[in-house]
């Protein structure tokens, strides 16, 4: 897309939103001309190649679709729908950030939040029933918009989501139907190694460790269990289209009182000078050939 050399800035945000406004409703040029009653789609795309739409041409969309708010519409202030649209939430789209002056590792795919009536963002929850088709619509504004939302304390600020654990391979940290509450990673150069994170590649989504930095789109990630019984599992870096750190969880399952024995037995491996983590590591890269692999 070439922008005019006076505006580029203003140009571009204004075009991103007329695409958002398409694929909110699930659009293309060729239906959307037919909703507009245009006689060609020449103008819809020109608009989608990088021309900046006409005052007339945004009243158009502001007189077909009224719940758009025409402050965020013409200057992009503001959520993209009206306050009387019956609560409904509006959908945007963040694109991925470079940082540090060099070049961002990501998929390069758009993120798409939705935003409740105050303009803040929401934290969508994606439950198990759904994340077979999260991996493949995560970047659908309809797909996403339709997702439970919630606010939570704490998770005000920044984009969040909320994924729902299943399986044991993250136990004893996190559990069979656990919630795990996750900040967005833009820049898979920046994560924090050995930090827990769900992982969304084009075929499943993961809650794994990620021990190491992602510098390239050609690198292997190896994710890691905390379930000393699965053994690590590769995957390519170019099939991950989503990264999300875990900052919290919720769950419903409290722990009972600590196993006087095992912990004993740790205290003792520790007055031997090993360090724990170094052990439950050892532990894992020594689990039988037979131990299932965490998928």
């Known amino acids: 897309m070439k922008a005019a050399d006076t505006e580029p800035e203003k140009k571009s945000e204004i075009v991103q939103r007329v695409q ?20 060609t789609t020449s103008k819809l795309y020109n608009i989608l190649k990088g021309s900046e739409p006409s005052y007339p041409t945004l009243v158009d969309f502001l007189r077909q679709w009224p719940d758009l708010s025409p402050e965020w519409l013409m200057l992009g202030q503001g959520p993209m729908l009206r306050g009387e ?52 619509q995560h970047n659908e504004a309809v797909f996403v918009s339709e997702l439970p939302k919630y606010r939570l304390p704490r998770f ?50 993961m809650l794994k460790r990620i021990r190491a930095r992602i510098n390239s789109r050609t690198d292997e990630v190896i994710l890691y269990s905390d379930n000393p019984h699965r053994r690590p599992y590769p995957v390519d870096a170019s099939d991950i289209t989503e990264l999300w750190r875990v900052r919290g969880y919720i769950s419903t399952y409290l722990p009972s009182a600590p196993d006087v024995t095992v912990e004993r037995l740790w205290e003792v491996i520790e007055a031997l000078g090993f360090d724990r983590g170094e052990v439950r590591r050892h532990l894992e890269e020594n689990a039988p050939d037979s131990a299932p692999r965490a998928k």
């Open 20 to 39: 958002q406004v398409l694929t909110h409703y699930g659009l293309n040029a060729s239906s959307a001309t037919q909703k507009l009653g245009y006689s």
């Open 85 to 136: 649209n019956g609560g409904a939430a509006a959908v945007t789209l963040q694109p991925p950030k470079a940082r540090d002056g060099q070049p961002a590792v990501n998929s390069g795919s758009v993120l798409v939040v939705t935003v409740g009536m105050d303009g803040e963002d929401n934290v969508e929850l994606v439950p198990v029933n759904v994340q077979a088709g999260y991996t493949v």
């Open 156 to 205: 005000e600020r920044g984009k969040f989501r909320a994924f729902e654990v299943a399986g044991d391979s993250m136990e004893p940290t996190l559990n069979h139907n656990d919630i795990v509450v996750c900040s967005y990673v833009d820049n898979w150069r920046l994560l924090v190694p050995d930090d827990i994170y769900v992982i969304v590649t084009t075929e499943s989504v």
